[in-house]
């Protein structure tokens, strides 16, 4: 079992920067690939960024690559989200989420990650 929390949402501007964290308990965190998403009102819940444990790579939406930024820390079991030069449409509830232990590759969809954190608001104004 895994517990995921997030934490770090709030109400910024367009063009500001914000840094979302999520703490994760439970197994073992270092073997984990690890993922955030968000959900807007009304739409479907879609991939932000995400992390592979076994060769440190990233990997993006489109619509975020070049802006934001995902890391992880295994000692302290976090795994950030730096948002800078925020536009309105990314306004959004953010999830942190695991996935199956020891996989290794790009998961981008929902189904490919089992744990999901409880979401944090966040929230760009124009």
């Known amino acids: 079992q895994v517990q995921l929390a997030e934490s770090g949402g709030g109400l910024v501007q367009a063009g500001d920067s914000l840094r979302l964290s999520c703490a994760a308990s439970?197994?073992?965190?270092?073997?984990?690939?690890m993922g955030w998403f968000r959900q807007a009102p009304g739409k479907e819940r879609e991939f932000v960024a995400g992390h592979n444990w076994r060769d440190d790579s990233t990997y993006y939406a489109d619509s975020v690559k070049g802006r934001f930024a995902i890391s992880r820390d295994n000692a302290k079991k976090s795994v950030d989200l730096q948002m800078n030069s925020l536009k309105p449409e990314d306004t959004a509830v953010y999830y942190c989420?695991?996935?199956?232990?020891?996989?290794?590759?790009?998961?981008?969809?929902?189904?490919?990650?089992?744990?999901w954190g409880q979401g944090t608001q966040v929230t760009v104004s124009s």
């Open positions: 439970g197994r073992a965190f270092s073997t984990t690939p």
């Open positions: 989420a695991a996935g199956n232990r020891y996989s290794f590759g790009v998961y981008t969809a929902v189904r490919d990650y089992n744990y």
